[in-house]
């Protein structure tokens, strides 16, 4: 029997069957451009070629690996431990300048605090390392007692935010000022 012969058996085997009821039929079109098609073509390339294209290209085995695996950075592990260990040197922080000052002169008790705990969320915010805070010697305080030092040195306790802290030199504003280091995460 050769090829022929099973043609026409299969065609003949095709007629005695009865009709079949026909499935549902789509009223879309039969070849209507996909989204992707009408983008290429919209450019000037028909999706073929844009598929052709994307078969040529080989991907780098290098390429693929570290898309797998991911990559670490060394330097950059190694500039951030360098940055913990200079930061956590006390005689290093001390002689660094603050990034940000504040002057709490002239306000009351409860206006320098409010205008702190905002100075110290921007500071915070803006990974900051060093503040000043500039509040005055008490000298001109109505009462016998200065109000905004001992203010200052609450606010900096309380506040977890906060870390060591101390007076600058005489040239910088002695005991009417006090610099406050900023740790990287609130203490627990």
Known sequence: ???????????GGQKKQPAKKQAQVSHKKANAPTKEEKE???QGYSWEQIMEQDRKKQMNPMDIWLNRH???????ITEEAERKEKFSNIDYLRSMKPEATIDLHQLTREEAWAKLKNFVDDCYRRNFKKIMIIHGKGIHSASS???LGPMVRMFIETDKRL???????????GNGAT?????DEPKK
């Open 145 to 147: 007692d200065p109000v």
């Open 163 to 173: 870390g060591t802290s101390g007076h600058p030199d005489r040239n910088h504003g």
């Open 40 to 42: 290429a073509s919209r």
């Open 179 to 183: 610099w406050v280091i900023i740790r």
């Open 70 to 76: 991911g990559t670490v950075d060394k330097d950059k």
């Open 1 to 11: 029997m050769d090829f022929g012969d099973i043609l026409n058996q299969w065609e």
